[in-house]
Nanobody
């Protein structure tokens, strides 16, 4: 079964940090660009970050630049999203998704073939 599984979400105070993981089973992440998306209640799903096949190229939404870092460990078939200086407006369900591209194709949802089930991130005091 081909699937992505996110983990690492939780409740954190403003200014805190979390590291999300996206693990693949049933397929090799080495052949996929990975994007992180998030969806807050009542809002559309939005792109947060993306990483190329090699990991040499990354992209971030303006709202998270300088605070979030995406990375990948192809040997472990896992992609990470390190989130620092978290703000209440970062509260959302975070999803990872895989696209069969060499470099980030942007955040058009239909370009991503596989999606995880999401992990909740809540930033609150």
């Amino acid at each position: 079964q081909l699937q992505l599984v996110e983990s690492g979400g939780g409740l954190v105070q403003p200014g805190g940090s979390l590291r999300l993981s996206c693990a693949a089973s049933g397929f090799d992440l080495n052949y996929y660009v990975i994007g992180w998306f998030r969806q807050a209640p009542g809002k559309e799903r939005e792109g947060v970050s993306c990483i190329s096949l090699s990991g040499g190229s990354t992209n971030y939404a303006d709202s998270v630049k300088g605070r979030f870092t995406i990375s990948r460990d192809n040997a472990k078939n896992t992609v990470y999203l390190q989130m620092n200086s978290l703000k209440p407006e970062d509260t959302a369900v975070y999803y990872c998704a895989a696209a069969r591209w060499n470099n980030c194709p942007g955040y058009v949802l239909r370009l991503y073939r596989y999606w995880g089930q999401g992990t909740q991130v809540t930033v609150s005091s």
